[in-house]
């Protein structure tokens, strides 16, 4: 069931090539370079209830979102899901049961942002997860501290204010995916 996602190291530096026609022969013009997406993993955990975990992004007031994090090189997509969701959220890997996974998930950055200098985006793997433990089992005091409040909620009242702009398509189309859902 492991699948990579495109990972090659490819450089950002605008592609030069010779404009003929309207500018004259010989003219130079920049085209910038396509997006590169970082592999990205982001887990939909549920619980008995079939209720989902969302968690508040530190310092962020309303910002709610799944775990979720980047593709390490070497690492297996669910090697890297289960890693994201221990680091972010204290849960360990055998409290975790993988029920689904959907690819193809694509975001682009604000404008002229890179993660790393070189990704202009990520690629998301979604992966839709049995939660099998008790909630004193969810820990975000990690060494990174990237939430601050995490709440279990039903799919439907997931709102997609809480979702920075750039990202909603993707948070649709994984809510539409997974639950059915029209947001």
């Known amino acids: 069931m492991s699948e990579m996602l495109d990972d090659t190291p490819v450089s950002r ?7 003929e ?10 085209t910038p370079a396509p ?7 982001a887990a939909i955990i549920l619980n008995m209830d079939n209720s989902i975990l969302v968690a508040q992004r530190s310092g962020m007031k309303n910002a709610w979102q799944f775990p979720q994090g980047g593709v390490d090189m070497g690492e297996t997509l669910e090697e890297a899901l289960f890693r994201e969701v221990e680091e972010e959220i204290g849960v360990k890997p055998e409290l975790l049961q993988l029920l689904d996974r959907k690819t193809g998930y694509r975001y682009e950055f604000p404008k002229g942002k890179l993660k790393y200098g070189v990704y202009g985006g990520q690629e998301q793997a ?20 990237e939430f601050d409040r995490w709440r279990w909620m039903k799919p439907e009242k ?23 859902l029209e947001k």
């Open 126 to 145: 979604y992966y839709l997860c049995r939660f099998l433990g008790k909630d004193r089992d969810i820990n975000l005091n990690s060494k990174c501290r």
């Open 21 to 30: 026609g309207e500018f004259g022969s010989g003219v130079v013009m920049a």
């Open 13 to 19: 530096a605008a592609a030069i090539s010779t404009a």
């Open 35 to 41: 997006v590169l997406y970082r592999p990205n993993v």
């Open 158 to 180: 997931f709102d997609m204010n809480w979702v920075p702009k750039f990202k909603r398509e993707v948070y649709e189309r994984v809510l539409k995916d997974f639950f059915g």
